[in-house]
Each structure stands twice: as C-alpha cells, then as structure tokens.
C-alpha cells in the first residue's frame, strides 16, 4: 500500500539491521559499538516519528493553533538518548581497558588469548601425570 | 510516612549510592552500604505484610494521577520478591567486606560500593514500578552497574565477558522498548494496568503481535534463557565472587519477574494462546537449556563457571513452569525463584570465601579443601545437594512442586525428562565434591586455614535458610500459591 508514505518506518527498520549486522559481522571491538549505537538510534526515530501528528505544530500552547504533536514520545526518547550514552560510554571505557589487558581489540586476538589462559588452567588441573587419580590418561599435550 | 514506603525502597539507595562517594573510607562506605541495604529490607518486610493482610498498594509518584504520572504497585508477586532481592542483598554486602578487601585494589572499593548500590536500586525499581517505561529506565540502571560490577575485578577476562555482556544486555533492552514504543502506538498509555485495560481491543494488530515478539526476545535475553544464555558463563566465572554471588541471586530473578508480570499482568494470557506457541517454545527451550548446560557444566574447570552453567539449567526449569501454563506451574516457577536464589547465593558465597583464602577458582585447586576448610566446604555441599533437589532442601520442595504441576498437567514425559536431568546435576556436584574430600592436596600449606567469621556467618544464614525453607514451606509455599492465583485471577 502506501510505501512511499511510511518512509518514517523504512529508515527505522533499514538503521535498525545495518547496526545489528555490524554488531554480528565485526570483530573490531569499537566497530562493534559504532554498531550498537546505530541500532539504538533507529529506535529513537521510531519513538521520535511515532509522536508526529500530520499538521500539527510544536506542543506550545498558542490560541492560532489547535493541533499539536504528542511530546510525551519526544520526552521519553531523551530518557533513553541518556541510557545509550551511559551504554556507549561504558562500553568505550571496557575497549580502553581491553586494549590495556590484552594489547588488541580484535575479537580473533583476545579470543585466541582467553583459549591460551583456557589450556593454561587444564594442563595445571590434569597435565601432570602422578599428580591426579582423576583422569590420568595422557592429557597431558 | 508509611504510605510512601514503596518509593522509599528504591530512593533511599538510589540516593546513597552517590554519598558514598562523598564518605570515601572504603570501610565506612561498606557499613554504610550494609544499613543502606538493610533498611531496605525491613521496608520490604513491611510492605510484603501489608500486602497480605491489606491487599495491593498503589503509590503514585509525586501525586499524579495513575495513566499520566508513574505508579508504583507492590502486589504479593513483587511484594515477595523484594523481599527476596533485598534480603540476599543485604547478606551479601556483609560478607563483601572481607571478601573484596582481597579480591579488589584498595582504590576501588568505594565504586564497587556505589555500583552495588545503584545495581540494587534498578533491581528494586524494576520490581516496584506499574509503568513500562519507568521499567526499561530501571532495567538499564541495573544492567550498567552490572557491567561496573563484573568489569571493576582484576581477571583481565572480566573485561571482555563485560563487555560481551554490555553487547548483548543493549540488544535485549532495545528490543523491550522496541516493545513498549509499539505497545504505546496502539493503546497510547504506559501504564501497565492501563495497559492492559486498552490491549484486548487490539489484540487483533500485526503491530501488537510484534511487540510481543520483540518483548519476548528481549527479555529472553536478559534472563539468559538457552541459547540467549552466552553472556552468562564468563561474566560469572571471572566476576569479583560478591558480584558473581549478587549478580547470579538476583538479577536473572528479576529478568524472569519481568516476563512474568508482562505475560500475565499485561498481554494477558488469552492473548499470548491465540497468538504465540509460546508454551511449547518455552517448554523446548527449557528442557534443551537443562540439559545442555547441565552437561557443561560437568566438564568446567573452574568451579564459578560451573555453577553458572548450572545456573543457565536452573533457568531452564523456572522456565518449564512456565511452560506449563497453569497456576500450579506458575507457582512452581515461583518457588524455584526463591529457592534457587538461596542455593546460588550460598554456594557463590562461600566460594567467595576459598576465593579469599587460596585466590584462585580452579577446581583443581580445591583438592583437600575439605580438612583446610570444613564449614567452607560443607556450604558448598549442601547448596549442591539443594541444586540436585535432595529432600529436606528448598531444592526439593521446588522440584517437587514442577514435577507435580507437569504430572497434573499430563506431561510426564516431562517429567521423567526432569527427573533425569537432576542426575545430571549429580555428576557435577559429585566432582566437585571429588575434588574437595577425596583427592589428595596440591598445594601444600598451613597458611590455609578455615574462613573468616564475617564470611562463614552469611554463608551459613544462607545454608541454614536452604534447610529451613526446604522443611518449614508455609512462607514460600503460601506467598507463591497467593501470586500465582492473583495472576490468574486479573485476567
């Protein structure tokens, strides 16, 4: 039906799989929020479209309009603009210190890390042969 | 003043969180954060003894009216569980004080305090509030303190399963308000029980259904349900042990509170029959969850991470309560709520303890635990006999009950399927048991030497309560029987 009259949802919905790809498809850990935070805008313009009444003006009370937008999507929105820079910001914060810890912010790399601490702790519970009556088949690689 | 205790509770730490701050000394911002958390606690108290005797409060903040302003409403659903976060909160906190001292630099103290407290008031506020927005704002409060609180430890593994966390945490609360913005376009109002008034008039709408769906995931993914569950494991297992024993008490609880109240209190159940299978979605999930995290937990190395995988099955079972789709099974769902929040937080405790005596999670550091730390270790026991659901246990009464509600229902493939599982958890209780009495010591040392008080006594109210509510069921039983029958009579 009218496609082109809904433009509002199509923009909402196309920002809204383009940030949760790059959130799936990226390693890069800052990619991945740049991601996040296209995924939450779109559904700030869901809120922000859904409030628009076709014709009406600002909600400011004055005797030579007599149609007025909802605000209180507008007002809502901003609660949730707040929570995506809380989120944003805490989640650059978490990469600074990643790079920090780990010297990379590509998934792969700290992945291969965290297998490397992994193996670490296997052998030292079940690597030495005398050292366990559990599982001593030849473990230890 | 009594009329305002609803919105004291989630106040009165919202507003101390930032004091302390202010106060700085790392041990007063702890006995601080203890009566912060106790005063919440004794409100709960008072509004869950209201709540039966007088019936549902309604608050409404800052005196505007219901559909227009915030309301705030305690039944005897988040009645009970108010009572059920703040308490274990308030244990918790009184063994953090030793525990971090270990875990955590000295610098950090203060904002470890100040992202519990905050974690505690968005779990408070999720609980309390009658508006939908208001729960989304309380959901992010809880989720980013969480994201402190697991990040804030010195495993450099904490960070990504933070981050990680933080990933997967947005997307699920961008889909809730994906939800309720939709919800909004159809009915115009906030309110959950406004909601709920408006919806049927709808129910018909594509635009409805998708709110529910999204709803759904989001909320699926915040209470870790299989295989929305991979956040859960590493945020556990490399949190400070306080966070883990918080974290994994509370905060899925309240995840499970909030599809409960939207599935029952809002959507109504009419509508979730016509429009999703849910119940055979949730009954599939459930059961693969149990016994696929079951079986890993059998093969972890490190005992955090293994009870957090047990802590993806036990969500498996809340979940098969649900399922079921009749009040016995909600009140089933509902027992194991509590009681699983008991178990977990006794065992996460008291690994907390080993945790500050050897530093170190590995099992296979635990050999010979069991002389070097006998009451430590016994913790540890009986929270896992309670996991497996061995009579005189809260993990048997709520067993027991899931069993008899999928019996009453028909189901007893599914109920043998559950009774299997419970075998399952038997073999990975078992190993750690293995590994704490019967293998012989690794690290020889006499430094080791049995916890210190001011852990052992929270571990043990914990312990003594798993034993308690397993033989005395009058409070849970009776309170879960209430909620699950006012839930099936709103609607």
């Known amino acids: ?141 | 003043m009594t009329a305002h205790l609803p919105i004291l509770q989630v106040i009165i730490p919202l507003l101390a969180a930032p004091l302390c701050l202010f106060i700085r000394i790392p041990r007063i911002v702890g006995i601080f954060a203890i009566l912060v958390s106790a005063t919440a606690f004794l409100i709960s108290c008072g509004l869950l003894q209201e709540v039966i005797t007088g019936g549902t409060l309604s608050y409404q903040l800052g005196g505007w009216a219901a559909p227009w302003g915030i309301e705030y409403r305690i039944d005897k659903l988040n009645g009970y569980l108010l009572l059920l976060v703040s308490g274990i909160s308030t244990i918790v906190l009184v063994a953090a004080q030793t525990s971090i001292s270990k875990e955590l630099p000295e610098n950090r103290h203060t904002f470890f305090y100040t992202a519990y407290l905050l974690c505690l008031t968005g779990l408070l506020g999720i609980l309390a509030t009658a508006d939908a927005f208001n729960l989304f704002v309380f959901l992010e409060i809880s989720a980013l303190s969480s994201y402190t609180l697991i990040a804030i430890g010195t495993d450099r593994r904490a960070l990504t399963a933070s981050y990680q966390y933080l990933v997967m945490g947005t997307i699920g609360a961008t889909f809730i308000i994906i939800g309720v913005g939709l919800m909004y376009m159809m009915t115009g109002t906030l309110n959950m029980y406004d909601l709920a008034e408006r919806l049927p008039a709808v129910y018909e709408s594509k635009t409805v259904l998708s709110a529910f769906g999204f709803f759904i995931v989001g909320v699926c993914l915040k209470l870790a349900l299989f295989p929305l569950h991979l956040w859960l494991p590493n945020a556990y297992a490399y949190a400070p042990s306080i966070t883990t024993a918080f974290l994994a008490a509370t905060s899925t609880k309240v995840a499970v509170y909030v599809l409960i109240r939207y599935i029952f209190s809002i959507f109504g159940i009419e509508f979730v029959d016509m429009s999703l299978p849910l119940g055979d979605i949730f009954l599939f999930l459930g059961l693969t969850g149990i016994f696929v995290a079951s079986v890993a937990a059998i093969y972890q190395l490190n005992i955090k991470r293994l009870f957090a995988y047990s802590s993806v099955a036990q969500i498996g079972y809340i979940i098969l309560g649900l399922a079921i789709g009749t009040e016995l099974g909600l009140t089933a769902t509902l027992l194991h709520l509590f009681n699983h929040a008991l178990m977990k937080a006794a065992i996460f405790l008291a690994i907390g303890a080993v945790v500050y005596r050897i530093g170190s999670a590995q099992l296979s550091h635990y050999a010979g635990l069991g002389k070097k730390m006998p009451w430590t270790m016994a913790a540890i026991v009986a929270g896992g006999l309670s996991l497996i659901g061995v009579p005189l246990t809260v993990g048997f009464v709520s067993k027991w009950y899931l069993v008899v509600a999928l019996l009453d229902k028909g189901w007893w493939p599914v109920a043998v399927l559950v009774l299997i599982s419970s075998l399952i958890a038997v073999i990975y209780v078992w190993r750690v048991v293995e590994w704490i009495y019967l293998t012989p010591p690794r690290i020889i040392t006499d430094e080791i030497k049995e916890a210190p008080m001011s852990q052992l006594i929270p571990i043990w109210i914990l312990v003594l309560a798993n034993i308690y509510f397993g033989v005395d069921t009058r409070l849970t039983v009776g309170v879960s029987k209430l909620a699950a029958q006012s839930l099936f009579g709103v609607n």
């Open chain 1, 1 to 141: 039906m009218n496609i082109i009259g809904l433009y509002n949802y199509w923009i909402v919905v196309v920002l809204m799989l383009i940030g949760f790809f790059i959130v799936i498809a990226h390693e890069n850990l800052i990619k991945k929020l740049v991601g996040l935070s296209i995924f939450q805008t779109s559904v700030f313009f869901l809120y922000i479209s859904m409030g628009k009444v076709a014709g009406a003006t600002a909600p400011i009370l004055d005797e030579n309009y007599q149609l007025y937008s909802n605000p209180l999507p507008h007002v809502l929105i901003l609660t949730a603009i707040v929570v995506g820079i809380a989120t944003t910001a805490m989640g650059l914060a978490l990469v600074v210190r990643i790079y920090e810890a780990y010297g990379s912010i590509e998934e792969s790399d700290i992945q291969v890390q965290d297998n490397n601490d992994r193996l670490e702790d296997y052998l030292e519970a079940y690597g030495r042969k005398n050292d366990t009556h559990l599982f001593n088949q030849d473990k230890d690689e």
